[in-house]
């Protein structure tokens, strides 16, 4: 099989005929045999009757359904579980990403060898102030800590080489990151089409500005997991050694200083009333901290059974 849709869809019912159709259209058009995986994430509206419609009419179409709201991330998971395509495209159930982009993206993972094309809505049709400019600010961030050179690195439509969403793991809320998880995966080949974007027809969107200060704390964690994630004390012991050596320098000049007035007999403050001792203290209980911290990461990382797994491109 060619191509792999999927599409995760929270409460997308009036969307959802017209968005197959459109599809299968393109599909037809280009002579590509596919399927596409509708992800009903706890929708309370018609939306998996609609799925079940659909999948009735077309044998292409198949659905899975939640019994709960778990959030994209969930149904991608889901859909990257079951999806047999050559190359696994992701959309969003709203129409505003368009499937006439399909086929350039499929030709882009299979002729220019991309493991992963990122759609990138050059110009977006959202609200100004809630979502372009923050997403402008995240964005570059995000560049700045993955590395990778995406303007739009939580696009919804993106395509993949089948191989690269088997072997990633898609939880939380880290849809956003996906390009970043393939990346460490080691997938880097990671390119980019400008894609067509319209205003949402029908619904509303389903993600607030919460989004930004999740995303970028997600951020955070993901930055963490890649670098030290096999080795936390490297991260937690580096710090406190250096917080160690701060307190013991401050401390030793502490004492030196006492000692030099005590033996010139000059009347000098007590100790303890000077701010360096309580920074030297404090840079010493965190030190301690930090040890701490790093010897507990070692125990879970140690723990954890992916922590030898490693993806193996090939062996002879
Ligand atoms: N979605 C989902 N589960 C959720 C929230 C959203 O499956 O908990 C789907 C939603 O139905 C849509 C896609 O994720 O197909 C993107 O959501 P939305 O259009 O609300 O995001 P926006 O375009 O506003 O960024
Ligand atoms: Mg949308």
Known sequence: MDISVIVPLFNEAESLPE???????????????????MVDDGSTDDSWYRVSELAAENPAIHGISFRRNYGKS??????????QGDVVITMDADLQDSPDEIPELYRMIVKDGYDVVSGWKQHRKDNKLTKNLPSKLYNWTARKVTGIKLHDMNCGLKAYKNEVVKSIEVYGEMHRYIPYLAKNAGYA????????????KYGTSKFGLERFTNGFLDLMSLWFLSKFGKKPMHFFGTTGILMFLLGGIMTIWIIAAKLIHQAQGVRFRAVTDQPLFYLALLAVVLGAMFFLAGFLGEMVSRSSSSRNDYNIKDRI
């Open 189 to 200: 080949r990671i390119g980019e089409k400008p894609v067509h974007h319209q205003k949402r």
């Open 19 to 37: 968005l197959a159709a459109w599809i299968d259209r393109v599909m037809k058009e280009n002579g590509f045999s596919y399927e596409v995986l």
């Open 74 to 83: 969930a149904a991608l998971y889901e859909g990257f579980a079951a999806a």
